[in-house]
């Protein structure tokens, strides 16, 4: 008897047993997929862990269908990595395999099967059971898997499903849909009859009287000509300005052949510059630091302050690492950051570098993941948000964490809800490769395992070209609305730097962190606010398209003409975001061109690049947005930066409020004056002597650092404590409240730490459920496995209770 133990896409944490031939079990190797029965009649992708003779004692295995991959497309230290992340963050193994592949590799048979349109099948060149699904998809427009499996009396159909898509006679929607197909491109080439100069005569008397074939094949001459390399189906109709049907003519006559190529779905197509890149003395000393604490140290934090030029020391690096053949993962908090990085390492590495996110497609990502897999030489560098983590690296070599103190580099949902750059310093170790956190504003976690000795520590504190940092002025809110001195929501003072820069020629960043027009729509009459129907939550004013929407679960209404309480038709908007900003701007500067950068105008696979680049090019004078614009973005032509509302930030109802809103409004200033001339940041608050905006004032991190790490130390909060956030959904409010409180109790018993809850958050319903969340405090010196252990013995038997088993329950470990 032989057996493999496979990983299932689903939010499962066991592994599966499954039966296999004797002459399987020796072609099998770990980390290739096979497609597996699973319940009733379901078919999934599993993932083999490994080969074994062991039966399965509590159930009886079943045999695998078949086998998908000739050789593993997953590596031996990608899957230990996975069952780190799953053991780690507490959440199936099925999850973390569900969460890294690309669906494109995931095939499930949950599938609809549909006939392309327009195409004409050679019924000849079918085979029985395709040509039974054919005549069925004539009846039907689309069947299920189910259906064809009874159609043609087979269990085992994914392999003809497979023919028949490689033959573009059908097309699979949901899971099946993205499997992976290289592109091919169609290229012409001149008969071979053709060839010799006799056959050109011929040709020429072929064509005497078809003009616009002629054309065409006059056309091909001279592109073969001029670029001496094969002609494209595309190119050729482009320069003759024909159509494709007068080429598929010529084919027909015999006098171009047509054949396929494979191409890449993402190629670089400009130019990379042979200049050196130089660094300045302290640039040259950090890059010298950083090499040196790797011989002491895995992990190092690179503190520059912005616009130091972390990016050139980065390269710097890279380059040294790509000499020793090694790879390299830069990964970043933002896709929007991706589209302006990738633009500058193309310069120096050309087509080394791949980029990896939730923009591409599915089989852009299936490219990326097989070049990463076969260390090819186009995925040298690789590029991207968290995802990238989990990619087949052959031969890793530095892990490039960049703007490390970012919250989005943690997961909140769905499981795996893993923190990227504390994985990738696992993953790291265990390819033995180096990590480097880069920040101007490291998070406090990360500067403390520095001041412990764990990792080392390299400052950059003055910027490129000694460009001199922003001045930042403070306007008090309160003094100028007493003054009567703002318009809208911009103080005179504001608007006179906006003035002054415009006229200069210089481009503004305003920064507030809430998309839509205003949050908050109330009844002058009776102080009615239109809420959410699913969400204990209010509704934002979008006045673009003049609704109400929801921003947890996407519910929207037309904008009410009058109170739905009171019928009053008095109704005003309490609070702003980014688009009354843009509307205000626009009365006050009708000369100016504005644009806006939320997610709502980056919807879409270039939403960023198109906002960017017409930013970069300087065709819009001020750029308004939420944190987006916070990260890393570079442009030189910025000498104004305005934060609207400092306060929104700071009595945000979190533990790290005063750490973010320091980070967020450092990294904002940051964005000003990054060339020749000083620039010049204005902050607008009610509240200018908090500590926080001194801070940011003074330029003051160690400042910060000091007091945030004094509250944590009195509050038991991290770096000091480890916190394990449970949270508890259920639509029943009663059940709810009920079942939390019983684990609570159960978990303060158990547990000798402080366990706080069960508390309601401050979004309490969400989608129609109800949401209590319970925190467990671990402190530093107890054992953190141990104690996760004991809690899901608890969660264990908390799902056990028949009346608790629907309460949905979910374990975030290192809450961010």
């Known amino acids: 008897m032989f057996f493999i133990e496979v990983i299932l896409p689903l939010s499962l944490a066991k592994t599966f047993t499954y039966r296999v031939s004797e002459a399987e079990f020796h072609f099998i190797k770990k980390g290739m997929r096979v497609v597996v029965p699973f319940g009733k009649s379901k078919m999934y992708t599993a993932l083999v862990l490994s080969v074994h003779q062991n039966a399965p004692t509590l159930y009886e295995a079943k045999e695998i269908h078949q086998i998908i991959d000739e050789k593993p497309i997953a ?21 973390v395999y569900r969460g890294a592949f690309p669906t494109g590799l995931l095939l499930e048979s949950e599938t609809i099967i549909s006939h392309k349109a327009g195409v004409v099948v050679n019924d000849s060149e079918l085979s029985d059971d395709e040509f039974l699904i054919y005549e069925a998809l004539q009846h039907q427009s689309s069947l299920k898997v189910q259906d064809i ?48 100069d006799e056959g050109l005569n011929n040709l020429l008397e072929v064509l005497k009287n078809a003009n616009k074939q002629k054309e065409i094949v006059l056309a091909f001459f001279q592109l073969q000509a001029s670029e001496k390399k094969p002609v494209t189906v595309k190119k050729l109709v482009e320069i003759s300005n024909t159509s494709a049907t007068i080429v598929k003519a010529l084919i027909e006559k015999e006098i171009l052949e047509e054949y396929f190529l494979q191409h890449d779905r993402v190629s670089f197509k400009g130019e990379t510059t042979d200049k050196e890149l130089l660094l300045s003395t302290a640039q040259e000393n950090a890059f010298n630091g950083i090499k040196n604490s790797f011989f002491e140290k895995d992990v190092s934090l690179l503190h520059g302050v912005t616009s130091s030029g972390k990016t050139e020391i980065y390269i710097k690096l890279i380059e040294e690492y790509l000499q020793s053949g090694k790879q390299v993962l830069y990964l970043l908090p933002e896709i929007a950051l ?28 299936v490219e990326v993941w097989k070049q990463t897999l076969e260390n090819s030489e186009k995925a040298q560098i690789v590029i991207g948000a968290r995802s990238a983590l989990f990619l087949p690296f052959a031969n890793l070599g530095l892990l490039i964490v960049d703007e490390e103190h970012e919250q989005t580099f943690k997961q909140t949902d769905p499981a795996p809800r893993y923190h990227a750059r504390d994985a990738a310093v696992v993953l790291a170790n265990y390819h033995k490769a180096k990590v480097l956190l880069g920040s101007a504003t490291p998070s406090i976690e990360t500067y403390y395992n520095t001041q412990a000795g764990k990792y080392g520590l390299v400052s950059l504190s003055e910027r490129y070209n000694n460009v001199r940092m922003p001045e930042i002025v403070l306007v008090d809110l309160k003094d100028k609305h007493f003054r009567k001195r703002m318009t809208g929501h911009f103080s005179d ?11 200069l020629g210089e481009q503004i960043i305003l920064f507030q962190n809430r998309r839509g027009y205003s949050p908050v729509i109330e009844c002058i009459t009776c102080g009615h606010v239109p809420h959410c129907q699913q969400c204990d939550v209010s509704l934002t004013f979008h006045k673009n398209k003049n ?28 609070g702003f975001g980014t688009e009354q900003i843009e509307q205000e701007l626009a009365a006050l500067f009708p000369n100016a061109k504005t644009a806006r950068m939320d997610q709502d105008t980056t919807r879409g ?66 964005r000003a004056g990054r060339a020749e001339k000083q620039g010049k940041v204005v902050i607008q608050t009610y509240n200018p002597n908090h500590n926080t905006i001194q801070q940011v004032t003074n330029h003051n991190y160690a400042g910060m650092y000091k007091e945030q790490l004094y509250d944590r130390q009195i509050y038991k909060y991290p770096p000091y404590f480890r916190i394990i956030k449970l949270t508890l959904k259920h639509r029943d409010f009663e059940k709810l409240k009920e079942g939390s409180m019983w684990l609570y109790q159960v978990l303060s018993q158990n547990l000798a730490m402080p366990v706080l809850g069960p508390e309601e958050p401050a979004v309490s319903r969400i989608r129609n459920e109800y949401i209590r969340t319970i925190l ?32 949905k329950t979910a374990v975030n470990v290192d809450f961010y």
């Not at 003809?160 to 491109?185: A, G």
């Not at 390492?345 to 791949?354: E, M």
């Not at 003072?493 to 006229?503: D, N, Q, R, Y």
């Not at 054992?783 to 088993?805: C, D, W």
Request: with cysteine.
């Open 776 to 807: 467990v405090k671990i402190p530093h010196n107890l054992h953190l496995g141990n104690t996760k252990k004991t809690i899901q013995k608890m969660l264990n038997s908390f799902e056990a209770v028949p009346q608790y088993r629907a309460v």
């Open 605 to 670: 696979k270039f939403g960023f690049e198109k906002i960017i680049d017409t930013f970069k090019n300087r065709e819009v004078d001020i750029l308004v947005g939420t944190q987006m614009l916070a990260k890393g973005l570079d442009f030189d032509n910025v000498s104004l930066v305005g934060i609207m509302n400092a306060d929104n930030m700071l009595h945000h109802p979190d533990f790290r409020a005063f750490e973010r809103s320091y980070q967020m409004m450092t990294q904002v200033a940051g």
């Open 493 to 503: 003072l504001l608007i006179e730097e906006i003035a002054e820069a415009l006229s």
């Open 149 to 196: 499996i009874s159609i043609l009396n087979k269990k085992n159909i994914i392999p003809i499903l497979q023919k028949m898509i490689s033959k573009d006679i059908i097309f699979l929607e949901e899971e099946i849909k993205e499997s992976y197909k290289p592109k091919l491109v169609r290229y012409v080439k001149l008969h071979s009859k053709y060839e010799t």
């Open 338 to 365: 991706t589209t302006q990085l990738v633009s500058r390492l193309r310069l120096h590495f050309g087509n080394k570098v791949a980029v990896f996110h939730s923009k591409y497609s599915n089989n852009e990502r």
């Open 547 to 574: 609704q109400l929407r929801c921003h947890y679960c996407g519910y929207a209404i037309a904008k009410p003409t009058h109170c739905h309480s009171c019928s009053s038709i008095d109704m005003t908007t309490k």
């Open 75 to 95: 590596t031996e230290i990608q899957i230990k990595h996975w069952l780190w992340i799953a053991d780690y963050y507490m959440c199936g193994i099925g999850d």
